[in-house]
């Protein structure tokens, strides 16, 4: 079957600018995760979804970001305002559900850069 | 403090040889889950393989073994038969089931290079 799918795979913009990155989960997961990784790091969580509703937002660095997930399918993460130091690759993963073992399957990523 | 620690920020083993990938986690809780990942070149999280601190036995998949020593916090990765293919990035990862979001914490990862 598909894998995650992200949307686009490469964004650039200007400083300043909003930015809407897209992320289909699997089929049928109901957890539904973002991650942020700077260049030569690991992923940093950002965001969690159970559903249709933002379980844990504690990640999110400030409120410029936000992201939305109305169905419990597709997620959207929104960057207002965007900053140079937003220039990271943004992944989505989702699971099954979020229990103590769960595989969390990723998506290539959308590379976002902020000139 | 570092949740996940990975010392060997780069690696060199020559292809057929097995190599060792360090790892060292810091958690208060009893039960949680360790896991390792591949990213190569192209930026996509490939699951290998996963530890769960209740197992009784190393986990292994394939050329893919995880040496799990509890009570040094250590889940070493060693990969067998190295081969030109395993050239990547190599995060290690924990989950720890009192968070809420059950996210996944990783370290800041070992550059694998294979040589022919």
């Known amino acids: 079957g598909a894998g995650v799918s992200q949307t686009p795979s490469n964004k650039v913009t200007e400083k300043g600018k909003y930015v809407e990155l897209r992320c289909d989960p699997i089929s049928g997961h109901t957890a539904l995760y973002w991650y942020r990784q700077s260049l030569g790091q690991g992923p940093e969580f950002l965001i969690y979804?159970?559903?249709?509703?933002?379980?844990?937002d504690s990640g999110l660095p400030n409120d410029r970001f936000f992201a939305v997930r109305p169905e419990g399918s597709v997620s959207t993460l929104k960057i207002q305002r965007t900053e140079r130091g937003d220039s990271a690759v943004y992944l989505c993963?989702?699971?099954?559900?979020?229990?103590?073992?769960?595989?969390?399957?990723f998506g290539p990523g959308t590379r976002l850069t902020v000139l | 403090a570092q949740k996940i620690t990975q010392t060997q920020p780069g690696m060199f083993v020559q292809e057929k040889e097995a190599v060792t990938l360090d790892c060292t986690y810091d958690t208060s809780d009893p039960s949680y889950g360790l896991f390792w990942y591949k990213q190569p070149s192209s930026g996509e999280m490939i699951f290998l393989i996963y530890?769960?601190?209740?197992?009784?036995q190393n986990a292994t998949e394939g050329r893919y073994s995880l040496n799990f020593q509890k009570a040094r916090k250590s889940a070493n990765l060693v990969i067998s038969a190295s081969q030109l293919g395993d050239s990547a990035m190599y995060f290690c990862a924990m989950r720890e089931p009192s968070g809420s979001a059950r996210q996944l914490t990783f370290g800041s990862g070992t550059q694998l290079t294979v040589l022919p």
């Open positions: 979804f159970q559903g249709t509703g933002a379980a844990d």
């Open positions: 530890q769960g601190s209740y197992d009784q």
């Open positions: 993963a989702s699971s099954k559900l979020a229990g103590a073992y769960n595989e969390q399957f």
